[in-house]
């Protein structure tokens, strides 16, 4: 059981309160499901009530915590706490340390003090439900994203703690590894355990759900019963996307003026011995918004990398705006294209939101470089946030960033890779009708996403990628 009395927290150099007067009471087996838009504070009472804030940072704190009835102030570390709460973070990488993937594993197993043979049936059942036995010998470096959630997942799973807490373990993650995870918390709630979960996919976690808190400014804006708040406007507005209006059908591709912008002639990629792309051929013509969808692991991250020389051809050749990317630098290719990646606090070092944006256009030299900065910053809607530390913005707002500063270099071609993780419903659609805008200017925008509603209610062409093979096709008329 955890309980938070009237909890508040600023941290250190904070402007602000990071939560503010928060209670609420989880009673053992019980799964509460916490969301609200990026910012809100959902991670920060998640380390509350995982005893992290008191035991590993400073700032303001006040308010009462305590676990299995236990104050938080009176375990002696937090090493103590974790031996009853285990906490899986939204970035995955931060928790892998080990060479393997079943190093990581044993490595919390063994820790527990087991006999070597339940060690190995416990490692056996942990690889099996997380779906990780295939690449138990893969260093973690080399997995997906959504394979290094599972990972991290399974390391908890194996520390056997009664408390878990679970900081968007599926953001990253397609249908199917979604699946999994809720699968895998559901077996945990049966068996007794108590889940804290943070995440924006609620119509999946429907059925694992008792309690529901609504986070707004730090503050639990709605708190009970899953069916006691659906009915609240801000409430089905973060937790059921609404995408109507994005797709307006309209074709603003040009295939039958001139060739195509991207065109991928047998692409084959490999990493060691491990064969990502097979074959791939594909065109992609100006003004296409092109969706890219696929399991975890399917080649989607691989194929978009080649768009803009991150990666070469192991095979193959990849011309993108006239220019040959298995061997264009990336200093060229940049003119042409920019790419947004899946975490958009990789692409950031700046001290300010302007000087962000303004590195891209005075590396490139780019003309009339303030008005330039003045109109991304407007399109994106981070006019107010100028002269603000990137790092400060909410998740969204940093989302929206990470395309002012690849909108900025003016690419004809403008790539993202899952754009809406992390997102709630309205972040996403923000995030969204920037995308359509630039698509009815003339732009080129491929998107390699998880959400198919995403994918079917926004774009106008969807190639679905499986085994590094494409396996469909689909452009849809009106």
């Given at each position: 059981m955890i309980t938070l009395e009237d909890v508040s927290y600023t941290y250190p150099r904070g402007e602000r309160q990071a939560i503010a007067g928060v209670s609420v009471k989880i009673e053992p087996g019980?799964?509460?499901?916490?969301?609200?838009?990026?910012?809100?504070?959902?991670?920060?009472?998640?380390?509350?009530?995982?005893?992290?804030?008191?035991?590993?940072?400073?700032?303001?704190?006040?308010?009462?915590?305590?676990?299995?009835?236990?104050?938080?102030?009176?375990?002696?570390?937090?090493?103590?706490?974790?031996?009853?709460?285990?906490?899986?973070?939204?970035?995955?990488?931060?928790?892998?340390?080990?060479?393997?993937?079943?190093?990581?594993?044993?490595?919390?197993?063994?820790?527990?003090?087991?006999?070597?043979?339940?060690?190995?049936?416990?490692?056996?059942?942990?690889?099996?439900?997380?779906?990780?036995t295939l690449l138990r010998e893969r260093p973690p470096h080399a997995l997906s994203g959504g394979q290094k959630q599972r990972l991290v997942l399974a390391t908890t799973l194996a520390l056997g703690t009664d408390i878990v807490i679970l900081d968007e373990p599926t953001a990253e993650l397609d249908e199917h590894g979604t699946e999994?995870?809720?699968?895998?918390?559901?077996?945990?709630?049966?068996?007794?355990?108590?889940?804290?979960?943070?995440?924006?996919?609620?119509?999946?976690?429907?059925?694992?759900v008792d309690q529901m808190a609504v986070m707004e400014g730090g503050k639990i804006r709605a708190l009970g019963r899953p069916g006691n708040l659906i009915s609240d406007e801000f409430v089905r507005g973060v937790i059921f996307p609404d995408f109507s209006g994005i797709r307006d059908g309209k074709d603003t591709s040009h295939s039958g003026d001139r060739g195509p912008l991207v065109s991928v002639k047998n692409?084959?990629?490999?990493?060691?011995e491990v064969e990502a792309l097979k074959g791939v051929s594909l065109d992609i013509f100006p003004g296409e918004f092109v969706a890219i969808v696929g399991e975890n692991g399917s080649g989607k991250t691989t194929l978009i990398k080649h768009l803009i020389g991150l990666l070469r051809p192991t095979k193959g050749t990849v011309m993108v705006d006239g220019k040959d990317a298995g061997k264009a630098p990336v200093s060229d290719l940049a003119h042409s294209v920019g790419l947004v990646f899946q975490n958009p606090d990789h692409m950031f070092f700046a001290d300010t939101v302007a000087e962000e944006v303004m590195f891209g256009i005075r590396n490139l030299g780019i003309q009339d470089p303030e008005q330039v900065l003045e109109t991304v910053l407007d399109s994106t809607g981070l006019s107010h946030a100028k002269d603000l530390y990137p790092r400060w913005l909410s998740r969204g707002e940093r989302q929206r960033l990470a395309i002012a500063c690849v909108l900025a270099m003016r690419p004809r071609l403008i790539i993202l890779d899952e754009p809406t993780t992390g997102l709630d419903g309205r972040e996403a659609r923000e995030v969204m009708e920037i995308l359509r805008d630039l698509r009815q200017e003339g732009r080129t925008i491929v998107m390699v996403t998880h959400s198919r509603q995403i994918a079917e209610e926004c774009t106008d062409r969807i190639i679905t990628i499986d085994a590094g093979k494409i396996q469909s096709d689909i452009r849809r008329e009106g």
């Open positions: 019980e799964c509460l499901f916490i969301t609200g838009p990026s910012g809100a504070g959902k991670t920060t009472l998640c380390m509350a009530a995982a005893g992290i804030l008191e035991h590993e940072y400073g700032g303001e704190k006040s308010g009462r915590i305590a676990i299995n009835g236990r104050d938080v102030k009176e375990y002696s570390s937090l090493s103590e706490i974790a031996g009853h709460v285990g906490m899986v973070f939204d970035d995955p990488e931060a928790q892998l340390l080990f060479t393997s993937v079943e190093e990581e594993i044993l490595s919390a197993l063994e820790r527990r003090g087991l006999r070597p043979q339940e060690i190995e049936e416990r490692l056996a059942s942990i690889m099996e439900v997380t779906h990780l999994s995870i809720i699968s895998v918390l559901q077996e945990l709630k049966a068996s007794g355990k108590t889940i804290i979960v943070t995440e924006h996919k609620f119509a999946r976690f429907r059925n694992l692409l084959e990629h490999a990493y060691g």
